[in-house]
């Protein structure tokens, strides 16, 4: 790692490298009207479905890491709608970023129309700290004027339903960095046999805080963007 910093300060004009991932190509649980990309199916008529591979991922992740001129990288997961792949698909991601990583510190943002988000995806990207921005085409009429699913039906409802849900994590992540904050405040009020394990112990506790914090950061950014484009056309406090 400590290379790596130095290589970046060698190299003052060394910039990023930013490549769309789409795990699963152009397929989508929507049919926006001014979408350009579902068309690109008919470029493999002979192909049934057009998802990433196990082989293209690891390939991906290798490549697009070795390239990199930068300590910091930043995988863009994109559609199509990339939710339709399964969680397991992007634990994988995750564990070939690490595998590859070599020192370097990996960041992930997913851009999704919200519709797909459950509980447990939300959990997923909290813990993870993954950036999640929401398709959204600001006020309901507008929305879902042009945002409809697959039958044809308005979209808003589900979108409003995802974000949602995000909140609520948000909120459980906020509760959980109050109650690791107490606890740091208790562990260093507290009494030790010696100083290397009263150390101990506020370094545990600190690592949580410090976690628990990044957390939140990510979580209030995936929201900001929504709040936006809703602010101004719906009385939903986010």
């Given at each position: ?51 990433m591979s196990d082989e293209m991922l690891e390939q991906f992740t290798r490549e697009y890491i070795e390239a990199q001129t930068m ?143 990044s957390a939140v950061s990510v979580a209030l950014s995936s929201l900001f963007e929504a709040e936006k484009a809703l602010i101004s ?6």
């Open positions: 790692q400590e290379k790596m910093m130095n290589d970046n300060i060698a190299n003052p004009f060394a910039k990023p490298l930013y490549v769309m991932l789409k795990p699963a190509g152009a397929h989508c649980n929507l049919a926006c009207k001014y979408c350009y990309y579902l068309e690109k199916n008919k470029l493999y008529p002979t192909a049934q479905r057009h998802l300590n910091q990288v930043l995988f863009t997961w994109h559609g199509g709608e990339p939710l339709l792949r399964s969680i397991d698909f992007y634990r994988k991601a995750l564990s070939l970023q690490q595998k590859y990583a070599g020192g370097r510190r990996i960041d992930n943002v997913i851009q999704t129309n919200g519709t797909l988000l459950t509980d447990e995806w939300c959990e997923f990207f909290a813990q993870n700290h993954w950036l999640v921005g929401i398709s959204i085409d600001g006020p309901q009429p507008d929305h879902d004027h042009y945002r409809l699913t697959a039958a044809g039906k308005p979209s808003w409802q589900k979108v409003i339903q995802g974000i949602k849900l995000l909140k609520k994590r948000l909120e459980q992540l906020q509760q959980q960095l109050r109650q690791a904050n107490a606890r740091m405040a208790a562990v260093k009020a507290g009494r030790y046999r010696n100083d290397e394990a009263r150390t101990a112990a506020i370094m545990k506790a600190k690592s949580q805080v410090v976690s628990l914090n056309s719906v009385n939903l406090s986010i």
